[in-house]
Structures are given as structure tokens and as C-alpha cells.
């Protein structure tokens, strides 16, 4: 086994290189995250579901040795179906629920040998920007315990950078991958829409605005997954191509001289924190070192419509799990803010549900011609560093529009790139004064995954970021 200090220095990738040069066995590569999982996880709360003894069983049943065999995963507890490993969605109403088969993704990864440890926390649904619930409590952040880790992926976001694991399996719908990257101190990329599938559970979800990938201590990491689980499945409603060769092998190339726009201030001109401010600026900088064109520029959409429809087709498309007459019901046993969300969602007529579709397309066109001048957006990740716990929680009084507002003013940037379908990137380039981490998001054009993990790579090899948190 790796004592603490030795597991830390690893990301999946470089486990995956020890364990083929024989220098520490699979076993003991799984039984080194299963006793950082019991050593940390107690003070954090981020994983909510232990299969341990499977995940050994698993290993010892394997057939054949491939790369990633027997190294360690943690799935969502949220869109995340595996077969023996009950899914609650963050919901006290639906704990212990066993789907009885396997998403596309798990299956994916089950087929590369990982061995899937459990679940992650999500708050319920995934339906806000914190992890907290009544069903698995509250996930607290590990660089300060009296903030929160992000949502909806904070449990995956806090398993990683407390060093239980070096990557976790994550969602985003509305930055659900990005913001608690930033949050922790991670790299976590939303994929293009398309490249990985999302069945056979899932067609097309939410207008295609929610995607599934990671969060990892590393950009090849991030690469080594994506190629896993990359790839159309049967009845996909969206494919989109992967470059020859995979990501992983892309890496080892240079991206060239890429036009990047950056702002230091919101979509609609809005200043945002001084430390996220001043993370763009930096990067900024670097990558002018780099040898990148770099310049001030500004996508030109109405940031306001934008987010606004994209949030109400989100919430819109509850009312397809839950009949007309539930929502009008007492709805027992779910959070408050979770049961104002049904109820809104059941009060949407099936025009406006189109509409909003419709106005969420003119403003994604507009802002996306952006990409015709440009190779590369940088934006903050966030406004500032990881908000205090039950700030954004579902136990609020507040109602529907309020809660969202209070939402985009905390995270204005991730919402447009769910609309698009564009790949986005959170990278841990920066810190605040007290040590908090501040995320950079870089974002391509639809289909340059590759492109942006070039460009990500890029600046982790020319930066100094720590991933783990302190402690």
C-alpha cells in the first residue's frame, strides 16, 4: 500500500504506470484509496455509498489485466445507473433504489476494470450549486470545512481534492462539473454535447444541455477517462466525433498559436470578485507568454435571456418525471425548494417550453459567433471562491426566481456553455489571499475538446497549481 504522502504525488494515469511496472499491485492500489476514504471522508462527508468489498471481489473475478484495472473510481449519486449500487439521486425518497442495469458511461468504465468504490453526494435532483441534502447531509469543502464544496458534483469535487481519490466521476447541467472544480481546486471539463453518451436511460436531456465526464487532479487524466467513455451508443440522439488517435495522444502535441478573448467581468458587463478578476488577468498574461494572440474581447448575446430560459427548460423538464397531479400534491418527503421547482415545472405549458427553446437557440447563435474570430474564450470559473455552506442549499424560503437569480450571481459563466453545447474547461490556476482556490474557465468551439485540453495541458505543464487541498 501507499502511505499518504506517496498516494498524493499519483493521478490515475501515473497508478496505472506502477502498477504495469509492477512496483505496487492493483490490490494495493484499491486498498490504499479505501483507507484514504475511511481516513478522510468522515471530516468531509463527499462519499455517501461504499462498495468496497465488490470492488476487490471485481478484481480478483477480472479475467485479463488492462490498463486501468483495479484502479479506483467513485460514481455520482445523481444520473449515474450501475447494476448492485443503489442510486438515490440525492433524494431521501428514493435511497437504496438499484436501477438493476448499467448506464453506457459505468459500463464503459466497468469494461476498462476500474473499480468503482461507490457513490458521491449530489444534492437532490442536482438541482442547486451546493451538496447538501436531507437524504446524505452536508459535503464541506476541504480547503476550509465552513464552505461548501459546489454543486451538483461537490461530493465527487471534494473526494478528489481531499486526496481519497485522484478522480471521480461527475455531472453538468448547469455547471455542475465546472463549478466545483473551482470550487476544490480541479480541472473538470464539460465535454462537447455528443461526445459521450448518455444512455440508454437518458435520450435527449434537457435539450441536450447536460453531460456527464469528471473531475481530476490532472489534464491527462482528464484525457485517459474521456477516451474511455467517449462514443456514440445505440439510439443517441447526438454524436459527436473524437479525434483519431484520442485525447491522451493529443496531449503530447502543441496546440499552435490560438486567438484567445478574454473578460475579466460578467457576460453583461457586471464586475465580478477581485480574485477571480484577477485569475483571468494572470492567465491572461501567461498565455501571452505562451505565444498565444490574446486580446480583450466580449461575445455579443443577451446574457440575461440566455440564462433565464436555459434555466426554466432545465427546471422544465422535471415535469416529465413527475405526473401533473403529484406536483399539485403535498409532496412529502422531498426539500422545499425542490417541491417550488415541481410545481413550477408542472405550471409550464408545452409552448412555453418550445419558446424558451426557441430563445435559447437565437442567443447560443449570437454568442457563438464569437468562435468564428476567435479559438479560445477565457472567463473566470466563478464569482470568487466557494460560498459558505447553506447559502444555496434546497431547505430555502426563498422562491423559484430568487433562487436562481442568487444562483447565476454566484456561477454566471457555466449556464451559456450548457446551451451551446461547447466544451469547457475549469483549470486551478489561482488563489485567493487566504489560500482558497479560484478556477479560470476556457471554453473552444463545439467539437474542439481536443483543442482545449491541448491548451490546458499547455498552461498546467508552464503553472505551479496544487490540486489537493491543504491537510
Known amino acids: 500500500m501507499l502511505n499518504r504522502e506517496e498516494w498524493l504525488q499519483q493521478d490515475l494515469v501515473g497508478l496505472a504506470e506502477l502498477a504495469a511496472a509492477g512496483e505496487i499491485s492493483r490490490r494495493d492500489i ?15 462527508n463527499a462519499v455517501v455509498l ?41 433524494s431521501e425518497m428514493f435511497r437504496g433504489t438499484d436501477m438493476g442495469f448499467d448506464s453506457t458511461t459505468v459500463s464503459r468504465l466497468r469494461a476498462a476494470g476500474f473499480g468503482l468504490l461507490g457513490r458521491t453526494a449530489s444534492p437532490e435532483f442536482g438541482l442547486t450549486i451546493t451538496t447538501e441534502s436531507k437524504a446524505w447531509g452536508k459535503t464541506r469543502n476541504p480547503w476550509n470545512r465552513d464552505l461548501s464544496a ?27 462539473i465546472r463549478i466545483p472544480a473551482a470550487y476544490n481546486g480541479l480541472v473538470g471539463l464539460k465535454p462537447t454535447r ?11 436531456p434537457n435539450f441536450g444541455m447536460s453531460h456527464e465526464h469528471a473531475v481530476t487532479k490532472t489534464v491527462r487524466d482528464c484525457a485517459a477517462l474521456l477516451d474511455i467513455t467517449a462514443g456514440p451508443d445505440q439510439g443517441c440522439p447526438y454524436f459527436t466525433a473524437t479525434p483519431e488517435g484520442g485525447f491522451e495522444e493529443l496531449l503530447k502535441r502543441d496546440p499552435g498559436t490560438l486567438r484567445i478573448g478574454f473578460l475579466t467581468d460578467r457576460f453583461d458587463g457586471k464586475a465580478i470578485h477581485p480574485s477571480s478578476a484577477e485569475a483571468v488577468t494572470l492567465t491572461a498574461q501567461k498565455l501571452s507568454e505562451l505565444g498565444h494572440e490574446v486580446e480583450e474581447a466580449r461575445p455579443d448575446f443577451d446574457f440575461a435571456e440566455l440564462t433565464s430560459q436555459a434555466f426554466r ?11 401533473p397531479e403529484f406536483a399539485a400534491g403535498p409532496m412529502q418527503g422531498f426539500e422545499p425548494m425542490t417541491q417550488r421547482t415541481m410545481r413550477y415545472a408542472a405550471g409550464v405549458s408545452l409552448h412555453q417550453y418550445l419558446a424558451r427553446y426557441a430563445a435559447v437557440n437565437i442567443q447560443v447563435r449570437k454568442m457563438c459567433a464569437f468562435f468564428d474570430r476567435y479559438d479560445i474564450l477565457l472567463t473566470a470559473a466563478t464569482n470568487g471562491p466557494a460560498h459558505p455552506l447553506g447559502l444555496t442549499n434546497l431547505d430555502q424560503e426563498l422562491e423559484f426566481d430568487p433562487f436562481v437569480e442568487l444562483l447565476l450571481d454566484l456561477s454566471p459563466f457555466s449556464v451559456p456553455f450548457n446551451a451551446s453545447g461547447q466544451p469547457a474547461m475549469t483549470l486551478p490556476v489561482h488563489q485567493t489571499p487566504e489560500g ?28 505551479e497549481w496544487s490540486s489537493v487541498a491543504p491537510g
Not at 194 to 204: E, F, K, L
Not at 441 to 457: N, P, T
Open 30 to 44: 484499491l486498498l490504499s484509496a479505501i483507507a484514504q476514504i475511511e481516513a478522510q471522508n468522515p471530516a468531509i
Open 50 to 90: 461504499t462498495q468496497f468489498e465488490e470492488a476487490l471481489d471485481a478484481l480478483v473475478a477480472c479475467a485479463e489485466t488492462s490498463r486501468f484495472t483495479g484502479l479506483p473510481y467513485l460514481l455520482k449519486d445523481l444520473h449515474a445507473p450501475a447494476k448492485g449500487m443503489p442510486l438515490s439521486n440525492g
Open 150 to 176: 459546489g454543486g451538483s458534483s461537490g461530493g465527487a469535487a471534494a473526494a478528489v481534492s481531499s486526496g481519497m481519490v485522484p478522480a471521480a466521476h461527475a455531472t453538468d447541467s448547469a455547471g455542475s
Open 194 to 204: 455528443g461526445v459521450n453518451a448518455i444512455g440508454p436511460h437518458r435520450g435527449d
Open 313 to 323: 427548460l432545465l427546471v422544465g423538464s422535471l415535469a416529465g418525471f413527475f405526473p
Open 436 to 463: 482558497l482556490p479560484i478556477g479560470v474557465q476556457i471554453v473552444s468551439g463545439f467539437g474542439q475538446d481536443g483543442r482545449l485540453m491541448q491548451l490546458a495541458a499547455q498552461l498546467e505543464a508552464a503553472s
